[in-house]
């Protein structure tokens, strides 16, 4: 049986993945996975296709400003989580984008879920976050 995770992409200017390890453990509750393998501490010069492949149309946030954080990148970070079952994945996706968000914020410069294939801008990732883990998550679209 095929089970689903949430795999995260996050461009940012780290000159080391310690803060980044340290984050993803912390908003994640240790559940996410830092990805050895594919993360990098230099450009992705994939990152700008690919990103504007995903960005959102439907609910468009994306800007020049971020266009610009993607194309500027130095390094790539690639987050997993563990299997998804039904009945966690209201808490995973929770915790995808606590990690997204705490990855924005220790250097990140614009996050994918690669799982779902989209990109929203930096500023809609942390609005979303900040609304997921509040009281009142119905503010969520």
């Not at 980044?20 to 996975?33: C, K, L, P, Y």
């Not at 993360?39 to 992705?44: G, I, K, M, T, W």
Request: glycine share 2%; proline share 5%.
């Amino acid at each position: 049986m095929w089970v689903p995770k949430h795999i995260l992409c996050v461009v940012g200017n780290w000159s080391s993945f310690d803060d980044v390890r340290s984050a993803v453990q912390q908003a994640s509750d240790s559940a996410f996975t830092f990805d050895e393998e594919y993360s990098l501490l230099e450009p992705d010069p994939r990152m700008t296709a690919a990103f504007d492949s995903c960005r959102d149309r439907a609910r468009p946030t994306w800007s020049d400003d971020d266009r610009r954080a993607v194309a500027n990148h130095s390094a790539v970070v690639y987050v997993m989580s563990p299997p998804v079952m039904a009945e966690s994945s209201a808490m995973y996706s929770t915790m995808a984008l606590r990690t997204i968000a705490a990855l924005l914020r220790t250097g990140g410069t614009a996050a994918k879920s690669e799982s779902a294939g989209i990109a929203h801008s930096r500023a809609e990732w942390l609005r979303l976050a900040d609304a997921a883990t509040s009281a009142d998550a119905a503010t969520l679209p």
